[in-house]
């Protein structure tokens, strides 16, 4: 198994321009989610899903889109990316679902390292 | 006020030590995690939690529901356990994280 991977590991780009960060996992989690993690801040939900077709939005989703068309992916899409969105930014995904409580634990990606100057 | 509040924020011990990090929340839970943070940035789970404690080599995680309190303890701390921890709840379908605690551990 691969676990979770995310890519790229790392990113810069100007502001105004739009980009992709992938996600993938291959242990049939239903659970995704998208954090980002600042300096002196805990990590943070941006978008989450609980099953392909399925997304809401976190405590800071304002200028990123999610899509989960499968189970496997769950890729966050920055509109157009403003030098707030530079943070390091992570995937998670666990077989946490509303029926079955006691199975969360939690897998996260390696981090994509983003900057927008 | 943070939903999640972790103490301390930062942690110096001599190798040996026991180490005790705190984890308190406000909200209603139906789990609690810890996880740790290497210095390269990965994010590992420790443990997750819904009441009682739990166990893992020189890692002991307890909850006090009652009290929305959680600690970790690390007995016979060593250099390779420096890292950020990190505690986080799971309240209704969301996780919301703890601030960390920064842990250095020297020879």
């Known amino acids: ?117 | 006020k943070n939903e999640v509040e972790q103490s301390p924020q930062n942690l110096t011990a001599q190798e040996g030590e026991f180490i005790t990090i705190n984890c308190s929340y406000s909200v209603g839970i139906s789990a609690l995690h810890w996880l740790q943070q290497h210095p390269g940035g990965g994010i590992v789970s420790l443990f997750m939690l819904s009441s009682g404690k739990k166990k893992h080599g020189r890692l002991i995680a307890t909850i006090n529901i009652q009290e929305k309190h959680s600690s970790l303890h690390i007995t016979a701390s060593h250099p390779r356990d420096s890292a950020v921890y990190i505690c986080a709840v799971r309240s209704t379908d969301k996780l919301i994280f703890g601030t960390g605690t920064r842990l250095q551990v020297f020879p």
């Open chain 1, 1 to 117: 198994n691969a676990g979770v991977t995310q890519t790229p590991k790392f990113q810069v780009l100007k502001t105004g321009q739009s980009m992709t960060l992938q996600c993938a996992q291959d242990m049939n989690h239903e659970y995704m989610s998208w954090y980002r993690q600042d300096p002196g801040m805990g990590l943070r939900l941006i978008h989450y899903s609980v099953g392909a077709g399925i997304t809401d939005q976190g405590e800071v989703p304002n200028g990123y889109n999610v899509s989960r068309s499968t189970t496997e992916d769950f890729p966050l899409r920055l509109l157009s990316a403003a030098p707030s969105q530079t943070s390091v930014y992570f995937c998670a995904s666990s077989p946490w679902d509303l029926r079955d409580y006691a199975r969360d634990e939690q897998f996260f990606g390696p981090g994509t390292r983003l900057t927008v100057l």
